[in-house]
């Protein structure tokens, strides 16, 4: 039909806004791979350049909530022009910037950057697609939300090798005002008539409260364990924990109370009573603590368990990256033609026998099995995770689309940054007392952290897997009573 056809404007807007998005991503994990050379180079420790990474997932996960807000206020273009003025000032800053401070205020800058670009491109893709072809087009979408992270490593690994580190933000830069900008100028545009909403200031600084107290209590919970298992002291790192999951807790609290009795709330809520959509929340939240982890799991195994350099490590995890490329819209053509229940479930079935392969022969891993298994991964993950998504917010009104987008990404930035902090205290634990790194003891120490991972793995994709089964089966008996 001649009004199925997906518009070439909209193709455009998507490979604009999208490429902003996963430049902002692509950085992020870049940055990880490179920490022992920014700390030589600003003379800091490990647990001061780790902010160069959550001070960004802080600020990106603190913009995220405005975005319903911002699409209802402002228009498209409007927004586009401003994430791109973000991304190429937050580059600028990093590549003249000689001091540790000015680094992570590029970091905040960029961090703002996606975190309104991420949720913008989502938005044109529900306003915009026709319906037939949502499924895909979110598939396309999911490829800056996957793909990015997976090749994070492998790009970091090859820059470090042959190139500064700043090179990768010199080299950026051209891509935004050369391809985002001007296509981004032609391609988006404006669907929906923008609203007067006003900003509720309280709940803002309520749900950044929330969002920064509970990444805090992350990081600073595994420092803290981490310390303690290795005999230094816990107590500083421990207190800060245990003071931002208060704060943290209270804030969302409050945020929730808040919102249900705001004449114009920040975020409207009253769509999560239907448990069918709270379900896949649930379930969407759960799923990039492994994905995203992976990341961080697969170069940490290979390089001080296997021996490899950070080059290949980080090369590991380019196939499974690949096969999300091509996989992510495929899994959208199903869910187009199919439904929701068996591209999704058949996906994640599939995904879940990459960690089960990799705990079954942790003991005795090699880089090709260790690339292999997360291929597998990669692979379901890949083909299912963007439909989770896509299915929840065809079942909530049409008008709250932009609320449920955002705290879709806003629990999947969450997602990202507890898997990080849970599997490196997992790690972390299973290595202490194992002598100096790179000896036999140590290598055998990261192997059974590597099995304690890829276990905490199963059973993270399990539970995910059992609120998707609850909610189709809700789903299910609803259509049975039409």
């Given at each position: ?463 995910a897997i059992c609120c998707l089964i609850a909610a189709f089966r809700i789903g299910a008996k609803r259509n049975s009573r039409l």
């Amino acid at each position: 039909m001649p009004d199925e056809r997906i518009p070439g404007k909209l193709i455009g807007a998507i490979v604009a806004v999208g490429s902003l998005a996963f430049i902002g991503i692509l950085t992020e994990t870049v940055m990880t791979v490179l920490f022992p050379q920014l700390m030589r180079e600003f003379n800091v420790d490990t647990a001061t350049v780790q902010w160069i990474t959550t001070i960004y997932l802080l600020v990106v996960a603190a913009t995220m909530p405005l975005s319903s807000y911002l699409n209802r206020r402002f228009k498209h273009r409007t927004l586009f022009l401003a994430a791109v003025a973000l991304a190429v000032l937050g580059s600028l800053i990093m590549i003249v910037g000689h001091a540790f401070p000015v680094i992570l205020i590029a970091r905040v800058i960029q961090g703002m950057g996606s975190g309104v670009a991420t949720p913008l491109m989502i938005n044109i893709i529900l306003e915009q697609s026709p319906k037939s072809k949502v499924g895909r087009l979110m598939g396309v979408g999911s490829l800056v939300i996957t793909v990015a992270p997976a090749i994070g490593p492998t790009v970091g690994g090859a820059l470090s090798s042959i190139l500064p580190w700043r090179a990768i933000f010199v080299i950026v830069i051209p891509i935004i005002l050369l391809v985002s900008l001007p296509v981004g100028l032609k391609c988006v545009e404006q669907h929906r008539p923008t609203e007067e909403a006003r900003l509720n200031s309280l709940q803002f600084v309520s749900i950044v409260l929330a969002l920064c107290g509970l990444v805090m209590f992350l990081n600073q919970a595994g420092v803290a364990v981490s310390a303690a298992v290795s005999g230094g002291s816990a107590t500083v790192s421990a207190v800060f924990a245990v003071v931002s999951l208060i704060v943290g807790l209270g804030a969302l609290l409050f945020f929730g109370w808040s919102s249900k009795r705001s004449f114009s709330p920040l975020i409207r809520l009253g769509w999560l009573r239907d448990p069918m959509v709270l379900l896949h929340l649930i379930a969407y939240m759960l799923l990039p603590i492994v994905g995203i982890g992976f990341g961080y799991v697969i170069t940490n195994v290979a390089q001080l368990s296997l021996g490899t350099s950070a080059f290949l490590s980080g090369a590991l995890v380019l196939p499974g990256a690949l096969i999300g490329a091509f996989f992510a819209p495929v899994g959208g053509m199903l869910y187009d033609r199919f439904g929701p229940v068996r591209p999704i479930l058949g996906a994640f079935f599939a995904a879940i026998c990459g960690p089960i392969l990799l705990l079954v022969f942790s003991m005795r891993l090699t880089p090709v099995t260790l690339a292999g298994f997360y291929f597998i991964f990669g692979f379901g993950y890949s083909l299912g995770f963007s439909n989770i998504m896509t299915n929840a917010l065809r079942n909530i009104a049409p008008q709250f689309m932009p609320d449920g987008n955002a705290v879709f990404n806003t629990c999947l930035q969450f997602g990202g940054a507890a898997g990080t902090a849970l599997f490196s205290t997992i790690l972390s634990v299973a290595q202490a007392g194992a002598g100096e790194e790179g000896s036999t003891t140590f290598r055998h120490a990261t192997a059974v952290g590597g099995s304690w991972t890829f276990a905490t793995m199963i059973g993270i994709v399990a539970i995910a897997i059992c609120c998707l089964i609850a909610a189709f089966r809700i789903g299910a008996k609803r259509n049975s009573r039409l």
